[in-house]
């Protein structure tokens, strides 16, 4: 099982830094959902996967101290989840304010702020 | 009196709420955000004259003990970037009166800006490295914020290159956390100390430590991934892009010294050469793209990149000495930058106002400006001079001879770079305009201004007050065995 994710961990992040590396704003887009759902899957993988165990003890903790799933690794990908959804909301509003200002999805071509002499409004 | 740890947490956190709810009165939003900022100011030389008491002030939030919890904890390098934090804070918090206009203040520039500083506070106090990404979280989100809140085409164009590569930034770091933690089952630093030098894979803990070093290197804008500095700061608001030019690339190089110097002490002579090349490129490249542009904040975001590579400087070297200069020079960089980034605004609005020839008709403030430079290109009575010395000296004494002649040149090349913008902008007699058409008298920008160059004039003429805090620093940073009795209660 361990093999199989780390696999899908490498296969995604391959997958999404060719799409960050796109001219194509929504591409590197959905190159951010992907690398931060691959890097959620990289805590959960890295934090040791065990099969049929509870993550809190009961009243005999001597019986199943031998297999405990540790559940500090969810709450860490919790966070991470919470925080990744927010950050892609708001650059996802920022990509379309960007396009309607400027007309254009591509960044290569989103270049004048640093050609002309951009002074911020007050 | 160990919870007064939260309080440059909770300051600005309350200040950024009531602002909230007062987000159509914009002369009690900048009321209530001076008072705040005073409020974390003064929190800020408390817990700084606290920490020189004791050491180290360890509060376990909730109770939880220290490898379970989280911790906060304030040794002298944390204490002097809160209070870095809060003088920075206060005195853009002046300038902001009149830079930012009331349009900005009503779509929420104040808590926006209490939040960066609640989140750079975090960032500075916590001893969780999971804590640590998400204070730089917090950074992040706000500092979005900050950066397209005027909502012109450029700030947009800005923040699309500012956001992707931050982000990118802050998705390496927790996958380098993640890395940590499942390499050794623990996120508390000082925890983490102790079980990386336990460790049965020094090979791995070295990548680790190397992904950790890309990702706040790209937070700090060093050498290969700075490019989103330049490519944003320019196009904020003056107070914006004078807090992110002070603080938060700042920000990485803190996070840096502290894993360097705390956790990955295996194998350590490759990790300081990587520093080392990544600083050395840094000062160059910098220093370079100052020399091709023109344009006021442009040419102070690319020198803010070049002195990056000082502080990384003295980390690579890491002696002693090289180690008390970096935080020397982090200190005098801060106030110094920030500075310059206020002037630039005053430069801007003297422009508009139709004052040609600032030397002529603005002199107080030309006198001030000229500090500044000197300042930053290390000419000997002012604040720039000391660290570089000690930096100078401790690269001849390690014998890196290349790092050696890079910074001496990078000096040389910052001085000329600022003197041309001094022509540029207050000697040469320009076509005068025939009057001037809108005098605007901005006597809090002026203000701000003044009291940071009050502070490099303190650093610079009294260089003994900050080297005995560097020094108390750089005695901690080399003891990191204290660091960790301190948090875990128990002698290593």
């Not at chain 2, 709420?17 to 007062?22: R, T, V």
């Amino acid at each position: 099982m361990e093999v199989l994710l780390s696999w899908t961990v490498g296969i995604l992040f391959a997958i999404s830094v060719y799409l960050l590396l796109n001219k194509n704003l929504i591409r590197v887009l959905f190159g951010i959902v992907l690398i931060s759902t691959s890097v959620n899957l990289l805590i959960f993988t890295v934090g040791r996967l065990t099969h049929n165990a509870p993550a809190f003890i009961g009243n005999k903790p001597v019986l199943f101290l031998s297999s405990y799933a540790n559940a500090l690794p969810q709450a860490l990908i919790l966070t991470s989840i919470v925080i990744g959804f927010g950050v892609v909301s708001f650059i996802l509003i920022l990509i379309t304010r960007a396009w309607q200002a400027t007309g254009t999805m591509d960044s290569d071509k989103m270049r004048e702020s640093e050609t002309m002499d951009a002074e911020a409004p007050e | 009196m160990n919870n007064i740890i939260l309080l440059p947490l909770l300051i600005p956190l309350l200040g950024a709420i009531l602002q909230f709810c007062f987000l159509r009165g914009v002369r009690v939003q900048r009321w209530l955000n001076l008072a705040t900022c005073s409020l974390l100011l003064v929190s800020a030389i408390v817990l700084i004259f606290l920490v020189l008491k004791q050491q180290y002030i360890v509060l376990q939030v909730g109770g939880w003990r220290a490898p379970f919890g989280i911790t906060l904890i304030a040794d002298i390098l944390a204490a002097i970037m809160v209070l870095l934090t809060a003088i920075v804070g206060f005195c853009v918090a002046i300038y902001s009166f009149s830079d930012i206009g009331l349009r900005n203040v009503r779509v929420g520039f104040y808590p926006a800006y209490n939040v960066l500083l609640f989140g750079l506070c975090g960032a500075f106090l916590t001893g969780d490295l999971f804590n640590l990404y998400v204070w730089f979280e917090v950074v992040l989100i706000s500092s979005f914020i900050l950066l397209v809140l005027s909502g012109g085409k450029f700030q947009l164009e800005a923040a699309v290159k500012y956001a992707v590569l931050n982000l990118i930034a802050t998705l390496l770091l927790l996958s380098a956390i993640a890395f940590l933690y499942g390499i050794t089952g623990t996120l508390n630093m000082a925890d983490l100390a102790l079980q990386v030098q336990d460790s049965h894979a020094p090979g791995l803990i070295t990548v680790v430590a190397v992904l950790f070093i890309v990702a706040f290197s790209m937070k700090g804008a060093a050498f290969p991934l700075f490019f989103w500095l330049p490519a944003s700061y320019h196009t904020t608001t003056y107070s914006s892009s004078a807090i992110f030019a002070g603080l938060l690339s700042k920000l990485g190089v803190y996070a840096l010294i502290r894993v360097i110097t705390l956790i990955f002490l295996v194998n350590s002579p490759y990790l300081h050469f990587i520093i080392a090349v990544l600083a050395g490129l840094t000062l160059l490249t910098g220093i370079m793209g100052a020399i091709t542009h023109h344009q006021p904040r442009r040419v102070l975001s690319y020198s803010l990149i070049s002195h990056i590579g000082f502080i990384l400087v003295g980390l690579a070297i890491s002696t002693p000495m090289a180690l008390l200069a970096a935080i020397f020079y982090l200190i005098q960089h801060v106030v110094v930058k920030t500075g310059l980034f206020l002037s630039a605004g005053l430069i801007h609005y003297y422009q508009k106002s139709g004052f040609r020839c600032l030397y002529f008709s603005k002199p107080i403030f030309s006198v001030m400006f000229f500090i500044l430079i000197l300042s930053l290109s290390g000419i000997p009575p002012f604040s720039g001079f000391w660290p570089k010395l000690l930096l100078i000296e401790s690269a001849i004494a390690a014998g890196q001879i290349t790092l050696l002649v890079i910074m001496i040149l990078v000096s040389l090349l910052t001085l000329y770079v600022m003197v041309r913008l001094w022509i540029q902008y207050f000697q040469v007699k320009q076509t005068q305009a025939s009057f001037v058409y809108q005098v605007v008298e901005r006597k809090s920008m002026l203000l701000s201004v003044a009291v940071l160059v009050g502070l490099a004039l303190v650093i610079g003429l009294l260089p003994s007050l900050c080297y005995h805090l560097a020094k108390l620093t750089e005695l901690q940073l080399l003891h990191p065995e204290n660091y960790v009795h301190a948090v875990l209660k128990r002698t290593v």
